[in-house]
């Protein structure tokens, strides 16, 4: 990864099952313009766990405490959203001696602007023009109004993963987000393309799956990706995958 040197491991994990999860999954099955849910928060920053994603948490944290010592992580650095911030603190309640969680804004889910709990039938409906420029654009480089693009999206993880390397040298580093930064994430490590991330993209990242990159001759090299052994009732999430 450009500019990070100093990390011996980096461990994402996406937050558990939220309600805004359930309400996405309710708005696929019966289509509407919005994602209605009675306890859908107005913000996407504090949209919470479902009792499922808080399960979820409990067995990263197993995993994580079930690692061998010189695995574990030595700092742990999260997302602000509440969805985010709430898996970290179930994971490490399970770790005996756990590591301080820090916060950082820049690893905040993708701002989708006026877009926001619009089903794809309700932006082709109220933005039509936005659904044909995200269309023409794609989504790496499609910024709907007031949001960000993926493109977006890097300048700010480039920038929190710098300084995550410089304040943890030789460290392990647990970080818990969303699923496009997880993504994002592989993309800056690995050097992909935009092809190549399109074509991983297709693969949803599950609750609390484990994705790890290990230094190995000097570089973070892939060791786990998307994998959700770990938990014990994993429907609806994708099957664990390998590292390539």
């Known amino acids: 990864m450009a500019g990070v040197r100093n990390l011996e491991s980096l461990i994402l994990t996406r937050h558990g099952e939220s309600t ?3 309400a ?14 009675v306890d859908l928060c107005d913000r996407d920053a504090d949209v919470p766990l479902s009792e499922r994603g808080r ?15 010189s695995e574990r992580p030595t700092a742990v650095v999260s997302s602000p959203y509440v969805r985010s911030l709430d898996t ?5 309640a399970e770790l005996q001696d756990p ?16 877009l926001y709990r619009l089903t794809p039938h309700g932006v082709r409906v109220r933005y039509p023009e ?9 989504k790496f480089y499609y910024r709907p109004p007031g949001g960000e693009s993926w493109a977006d999206m890097l300048l700010r993880l ?3 993963y710098l300084d995550i390397d410089l304040d943890h040298p030789g460290g392990r580093v647990l970080v818990v987000v969303h699923d496009a930064v997880v993504v994002l994430t592989r993309y800056i490590v690995e050097g992909l393309s935009e092809r190549e991330l399109m074509e ?5 990242i599950g609750n609390c799956s484990f994705t790890r990159w290990v230094r190995r001759d000097g570089v973070l090299r892939p060791a786990e990706y998307n994998d959700t052994a770990h938990l014990s009732e994993p429907a609806g999430a994708p099957a664990p995958t390998a590292a390539p």
């Open 158 to 160: 480039r920038s929190a």
């Open 55 to 69: 399960l979820q948490a409990v067995a990263l944290g197993r995993r994580l405490a079930a690692l061998p010592p």
């Open 200 to 204: 991983i993209e297709r693969t949803p």
């Open 20 to 22: 805004g999860n359930l």
């Open 99 to 114: 590591p301080d969680l820090l916060v950082d804004e820049r690893l905040r889910d993708r701002e989708m602007g006026v």
């Open 88 to 92: 970290a603190r179930i994971a490490l």
């Open 130 to 138: 936005e659904a044909e420029r995200s269309r023409r654009l794609g």
């Open 24 to 37: 996405h999954q309710a708005a696929r099955d019966a289509p509407g313009d919005r994602i209605e849910e």
